[in-house]
Structures are given as structure tokens and as C-alpha cells.
């Protein structure tokens, strides 16, 4: 008897269960917003989903909309396809320029509100349209939500501690002594490219760091603890050479001095070890004389673009370096909370101190 009815349990909670039939399914993988000229609908909402064609080809379908919301946007999505939407599998959000120096945090409040939509999910900037990236058809790469979580992946991979993800952006937006940074994407050549880093004043977008700026600003984070330096350096005598650096991050810290009179001071001090990939000058690099003078060269290159991009941050009032953090840990409680933080921060005096040392000449010429 208890047998009987165990199966009849069983039978009734199968017949309950809601039936998800994959191929009836639009399993939304990527989404981008932007902004438009019309006034009665001002966001722009562009969702691509993976779709099996009648031939059984693997596919994709792109819907682009324009809303009040979006919520309202998803919901005329809704009523372009004869599939049920689920949210559950993006994997990328893209954001167009003008959409993010408006402001993100209502288009992030909203996703996260979504039970489906979890906050690993990734974020990223379009540096003109967010519907031109997720629109585009790349030969032979199929989903562009794959194309651009894979590159974010390897971004992720490269930055150590950075993860381009709506957990980190709000984690750095609701902590006062760091903001944001989210990694930008532009259309050239009928592919997606990486095209540097879009720097945050709390929520709204200020600035785009060029991908020749931004590897100082990760190298000045402690992210980047290994990579490539490759520059165009003056060795003298109106000389100039190209050389390549793989190097290891083996020192980094932030000090920060101040009085209760005194403009607070801060410096970054970090320390390089590389060995070189390539050199195109005339002298013999594994000459130790030749060494330091390239060390001294290098040393002196990073502490100038290093400290251009400080001045160029301090103007903006961004603080992706987290300057703040360190500030905050010297102050109390009441102190911290009565600052101008961002005044002090363009006020303070931050000095790059960097030390690179050539561990092997590798192999040249």
C-alpha cells in the first residue's frame, strides 16, 4: 500500500513540474543597452539568443528594441519571438559609451533583482554602441556573448584581481575608497577588439584609458604580476630602440604620509624583474654596463608615463588605484566620513617609485 502510494506522489509532482523544452526555450546569452534620440523611448535593448535552424544548423538571432525601461524593453523582446525568454544563461552585459556616462547602477539594479541572472555575470563597455558589437557577425566565431566572455576570461586571467563582473563593479562602486573600472570593446575590421578601459566616478563613466595607459594602471594596482613591457626607448645619440620585457612583479606597496597639518603624500612603489625578448639597438645588451643603463632607461620611462597617468587620474577625481583605501586605514572613523575624498585625492602628491632590474639578456638579434 505504501508502495502505491509513493508512485502516485510521484506521478503528481511530474504533472505539477513545469515542462522546459529546450528548443522552445530563447536562452538569452547576452545583452547590450544604449541609449536613443527618442524622447518617449530612451533605452535602446539589444538580446541575442543561440537558435537551431530548420536545417539544424547551429545559429543565433539578435532582437533590438526601444523602451522606457528595461524591463519594458525585455518585455516587447518577449513579443518578437515565438520562444519563452530565460534570462538564467547571460553570460556578457555590454554597455555603449553614452548609455554608461549617464550612469549604470539602474541597469545593474535591475539585473539584479533577476533571481535567474546571477552577479558573475560579465560586464562590459561598447566604445560607441553596444548594439554594434552584440549586431555584428564575425566569420567563423559564432555567438558573440562566447566571443566576448572568452575575452574577458583572458582579461580576467591576466589582471589577477580583477573580474569584470557585476559582484566586483558594485563591490568597488558601494566601497568609498576605490571606484570602478569595466574593459572596453569596439567594431574594427569586421572583428571585436579590445580597446583599453573605461574609469568610473562612482557610477558614471569619465574617461577611456588607452590599452598603452591601462597596463600601467594594472601594474600600479599589483593585478598584473607577470607580463610584457614593449617600448620605444632613447638610448642616446639621437637613438632610439625597441626592446621587449617579460617580467614578474616582485614588489608592490602604497605608502601614505600624513599629518594633521600637512597635505597627505603618497607613493607607489613597485619592482620589476625581466628578461629581455628583444632589443633592437647597436649595443651588446649582455654587456652589465649596457644592463643598467637600459634598467635606468626603463626606470625612468615607467616613473614619467606612471606619473602622467596619476595627474591624468587626480583631474578625472577617479580613483581606480585605490589611493583612498590606504587613506582610509590612517584615519578614524569621523575623520574618514567628514574628508572631501575626492578633493583630497586631486590634492594629494602621489610619486611613482620604480625600480626594474634585467635578470637575463635572452636571446637578440
Not at 46 to 73: H, W
Not at 108 to 114: I, K, M, N, P, T
Not at 324 to 343: E, H, I, S, T
Request: charged share 30%; aromatic share 8%; net charge positive.
Amino acid at each position: 500500500m505504501n508502495k502505491v502510494f509513493v508512485i502516485i506522489m510521484i506521478l503528481i509532482q511530474t504533472g505539477c513540474a513545469e515542462q522546459r523544452i529546450i528548443d522552445d526555450l530563447a536562452l538569452i546569452n547576452a545583452v547590450g543597452y544604449d541609449v536613443t534620440d527618442n524622447e518617449k523611448n530612451p533605452l535602446k535593448l539589444t538580446g541575442t539568443f543561440p537558435i537551431i535552424t530548420k536545417d539544424g544548423k547551429y545559429d543565433r538571432k539578435t532582437i533590438m528594441v526601444e523602451g522606457k525601461s528595461s524591463k519594458e524593453a525585455r518585455e516587447k523582446v518577449r513579443l518578437k519571438t515565438n520562444l519563452k525568454l530565460e534570462s538564467g544563461q547571460i553570460r556578457v552585459t555590454l554597455y555603449g559609451q553614452e548609455l554608461a556616462k549617464q550612469g549604470m547602477l539602474p541597469y545593474l539594479q535591475s539585473l539584479v533583482r533577476d533571481p535567474s541572472i546571477g552577479t558573475r555575470a560579465k560586464l562590459a563597455l561598447a566604445e560607441d554602441k553596444a548594439s554594434d558589437v552584440l549586431m555584428l557577425q564575425i566569420k567563423n566565431e559564432g555567438q558573440n556573448a562566447t566571443y566576448l566572455e572568452q575575452f574577458l576570461t583572458k582579461l580576467n586571467r591576466e589582471n589577477l584581481r580583477t573580474n569584470y563582473n557585476i559582484y566586483q563593479f558594485l563591490r568597488d562602486y558601494y566601497d568609498d575608497g576605490i571606484d570602478p573600472i569595466l574593459p572596453v570593446f569596439k567594431v574594427e575590421k569586421n572583428n571585436i577588439v579590445y580597446n583599453g578601459i573605461g574609469l568610473f566616478h562612482e557610477d558614471k563613466l569619465v574617461e577611456i584609458l588607452k590599452p598603452s595607459e591601462a597596463r600601467y594602471l594594472f601594474l600600479f594596482r599589483e593585478e598584473m604580476k607577470q607580463g610584457n613591457f614593449v617600448e620605444q626607448i632613447d638610448v642616446g645619440e639621437e637613438e632610439k630602440a625597441s626592446i621587449m620585457l617579460n617580467y614578474q612583479l616582485k614588489q608592490h606597496h602604497i605608502n601614505i604620509q600624513s599629518t594633521s597639518t600637512n597635505t597627505k603624500k603618497a607613493s607607489i612603489n613597485i619592482e620589476l624583474i625581466g628578461d629581455v625578448l628583444e632589443y633592437t639597438g647597436k649595443e651588446e645588451i649582455s654587456d652589465p654596463k649596457i644592463q643598467k643603463k637600459i634598467e635606468n632607461i626603463i626606470t625612468k620611462k615607467i616613473n614619467q608615463e606612471g606619473k602622467e597617468l596619476i595627474v591624468k587620474l587626480q583631474k578625472l577625481q577617479v580613483d581606480p588605484l585605490g589611493i583612498n583605501r590606504y587613506v582610509r586605514n590612517k584615519m578614524n572613523y569621523k575623520d574618514w566620513k567628514a574628508l572631501d575624498k575626492y578633493q583630497s585625492y586631486q590634492d594629494m602628491d602621489i610619486k611613482i617609485e620604480a625600480n626594474i632590474i634585467l635578470n637575463s639578456a635572452g636571446k637578440w638579434k
